[in-house]
């Protein structure tokens, strides 16, 4: 039962990514309620619409809460504000999310790289530098729990130019990769690569870099309509989302091996995977593949600096 000053909104979820284990989702549920807001020095009555970070099984059920934006403030009982709580990506152990917020201030912080633990409680904003008011976006945890790659909203002069952050976690070591123009990315299984957007005056397409050396090796698309890229855990695919006439639609990237060694993969197929949909653009898609399914990794040397961020061994399979 919810008040009337209180009316949750159950029909507004997105954002979605799978727990390592495919058990669950995680998703950001928007709701709405009546506040008291602080505004231009005194309080006003308006409509939040705030986020709440979800969990719910694969079949739908048992929705639980793991982290209500809402804030309660000082003062009068319908005094309230919110913290932005946005793109959560789930660790491969399962027991960290990153997302992008402005917890635990959000008078005084922009929304940035964040960890919230998977058991709920408190936002642990990373610090990460940025060009403020633009912040951060799309966080996406490499295979071995012990880098996170983002976007970093940079600009020149007017003009927005976003780059790619890589974040190792132990030390909060933090280098780009490639010049303005390139955002969304997502790791490649092997952690060798990233699927990444490339941004110019013709639009947005799919390309691949290599983490190493920032190397833009291809281009996978060339519509000008095509962004967030999700790079399957078997390696044998990126599904992405594309803009049509009627809204957008759900395509998948086929590939296979490298024609040279070091290289990115060859593109053998772009198929669509829905027609004439009204998916939600702001939500990237999300992969779940079961273990038996999975190829089985290769033996490598772990990364300079590993360690999962919980203190766990780092698991030795994509999640």
Do not use: C
């Amino acid at each position: 039962t919810t008040s009337t000053s209180e009316r949750p909104t159950s029909n507004q979820p997105s954002m979605p990514a799978w727990t390592s284990d495919g058990q669950a989702i995680v998703f950001i549920e928007t709701r709405t309620r009546n506040a008291r807001v602080p505004t231009a020095g005194r309080y006003q009555t308006y409509i939040l619409d705030y986020p709440s970070v979800m969990r719910m099984t694969a079949a739908g059920t048992d929705r639980t809460v793991i982290k209500d934006g809402l804030i309660k403030l000082k003062g009068g009982s319908e005094r309230y504000y919110f913290t932005w709580l946005l793109q959560p990506d789930v660790s491969p152990d399962g027991e960290t999310l990153a997302l992008v917020s402005d917890a635990p201030k959000p008078f005084d912080q922009d929304v940035t790289l964040s960890l919230l633990p998977m058991t709920g409680g408190e936002v642990d904003n990373l610090g990460v530098r940025q060009e403020p008011p633009l912040g951060h976006n799309d966080p996406d945890w490499s295979p071995d729990g012990t880098r996170l790659a983002f976007t970093y909203n940079a600009r020149d002069a007017s003009l927005g130019t976003p780059r790619i952050g890589i974040l190792t976690l132990k030390g909060a070591k933090l280098r780009f990769l490639v010049s303005g123009g390139y955002a969304q990315p997502s790791w490649s299984p092997d952690g060798r690569l990233l699927a990444a957007v490339h941004t110019t005056g013709d639009g947005r397409d799919i390309v691949i870099v290599r983490v190493k050396d920032g190397a833009v090796l291809d281009r996978f698309t060339a519509d000008g309509r095509s962004f967030a890229p999700a790079w399957s855990p078997d390696g044998s695919g990126i599904a992405y989302l594309n803009i049509t006439r009627e809204g957008v639609d759900l395509r998948l990237l086929l590939l296979g091996p490298p024609a040279a060694a070091g290289g990115a993969p060859t593109l053998r197929d772009d198929i669509a995977l829905t027609a004439d949909s009204r998916l939600d653009p702001g939500s990237r898609p999300s992969w779940f593949i079961p273990p038996e399914l999975l190829p089985t990794p290769s033996p490598r040397a772990a990364p300079s600096g590993s360690g999962s961020p919980a203190g766990s061994a780092a698991p030795s399979v994509a999640p």
